[in-house]
Nanobody, 128 residues
Framework: QVQLVESGGGLVQAGDSLSLSCAAS????????MSWFRQAPGKEREFLAT????????YYADSVKGRFTISRDKAKNTVYLQMNNLKPEDTAIYYC?????????????????????WGQGTQVTVSS
């Protein structure tokens, strides 16, 4: 079983930047893509960004496009999320996830049920 471990969360002020990391270990990596989601208290899990493992193709939710950047280091089996100009509404637990192979469609990329592995989450809190 693949283990995903997020790190880099913390408490920051509005306008600050933060970089999250997600390292995969425990089994040979074999996923189509890795993505970042977040979940605020009382809300459903929200898709943020994905990166296709083979070629680095990226796709972002409109809500974070231009502020967040997803990247990967294939040699380290690690995905990153660079978050700039953070806002209080970004406060949530941030999760990385590994997607199983399937059609490259927005509906499946954004759906949590399409992901086989999840990290434990890292808390990001943005104060005003």
């Amino acid at each position: 079983q693949v283990q995903l471990v997020e790190s880099g969360g913390g408490l920051v002020q509005a306008g600050d930047s933060l970089s999250l990391s997600c390292a995969a270990s425990g089994r040979t990596f074999n996923s189509q893509a890795m993505s970042w989601f977040r979940q605020a208290p009382g809300k459903e899990r929200e898709f943020l960004a994905t990166i296709r493992w083979s070629d680095g193709l990226r796709y972002y939710a409109d809500s974070v496009k231009g502020r967040f950047t997803i990247s990967r280091d294939k040699a380290k089996n690690t995905v990153y999320l660079q978050m700039n100009n953070l806002k209080p509404e970004d406060t949530a637990i941030y999760y990385c996830a590994a997607k199983r192979f399937g059609p490259w469609l927005v509906a499946t990329i954004r759906a949590p049920r399409e992901y086989d592995y999840w990290g434990q989450g890292t808390q990001v809190t943005v104060s005003s």
